[in-house]
């Protein structure tokens, strides 16, 4: 970094933000990007200016769901992560996106989270590079947090469904109620919640970020008003618990 750089990045709001949020003298208690911005662009000064959080090891997003007249997850609500920054993650760091997204349901949601690890295989019914991935990112899992509600290789609807958990997984601890979904790479997650949000019409919040050290949350360049709204009002409720 050089001064000359310095000075022209301060220009951009996005980096000036940051330092808003960084500055404890300032009034800023979180950071709304993305409408007009990448998620790179909204990222990359949110890890330069601010860095992660002290108990987390990996930075990444997810999308809050509220499906209207849903019977599963939470009254219809769920958390899908990663949903729109780890592109393959390993399953080390998917056990670390477990974790921190079990953190933000009961953040915003209020309610224990109960967390399936996700696959198109449960509990070994096909075998693949993919699905050993989510076997032992379940194992790290269970090891890190044994109190977390959390199973794993689990289809979807073995996952989410109460009668089909009780044939595909019977003895689940999940009983088919899981409300934080962890599918296995970027392209899984990001085209299941674009999916669940135009076919089920549901409000899709997000991506919303967790390991940063201060609240910051991204928005798809194709949101609303109401979901730009939407995200603000999280965000509030992501800096009042900090």
């Known amino acids: 970094m050089t001064i000359e750089k310095a000075q022209e990045l301060v220009n951009d709001p996005v980096y000036y933000g940051m330092l808003m949020l960084k500055d404890s003298k300032s009034n800023v ?4 990007s993305g409408a007009i911005h990448s998620t790179s662009d909204t990222l990359r000064p949110a890890l330069q200016i601010l860095k992660t959080a002290p108990d987390t090891k990996l930075v990444s997003a997810f999308f809050l ?22 592109p393959n993650p390993n399953a080390e760091e998917l056990s670390e996106i477990a974790i921190s997204s079990s953190k933000s349901f009961k953040q915003l949601v ?4 109960k967390v399936a690890m996700l696959s198109y295989s ?11 991935k989510m ?4 194992k790290i899992l269970k090891q890190k947090e044994p109190n977390l509600i959390c199973d794993g290789e689990l289809q979807l609807d073995a996952a989410i469904v109460p009668e089909i958990a009780q044939s595909k997984a019977k003895g689940s601890v999940l009983k088919g109620e899981a409300n934080v979904l962890i599918f296995p790479d970027l392209n899984s997650g990001n085209i299941g919640y674009k ?3 135009r076919l089920a019409k549901a409000e899709a919040y997000g991506p919303l970020c ?12 194709g949101c609303s008003s109401e979901d730009i709204a939407g995200v603000i009002a999280i965000t509030a409720v992501q800096a009042q618990t900090m």
Do not use: H
Request: proline share 3%; net charge negative.
């Open 29 to 32: 208690d979180g950071l709304v």
């Open 65 to 86: 769901m509220v499906v209207p007249n849903c019977e599963y997850g939470e009254n219809g609500i769920f958390i899908f992560a990663d949903s729109g920054l780890n």
């Open 110 to 113: 209020g309610k224990d989270a």
């Open 122 to 132: 449960t509990y070994g019914s096909a075998k693949s590079e993919s699905t050993e």
């Open 135 to 138: 076997i032992e990112a379940t």
């Open 195 to 197: 999916l669940v949000q």
């Open 210 to 221: 967790q390991g940063i050290a201060r609240p910051v949350n991204d928005l798809s360049r």
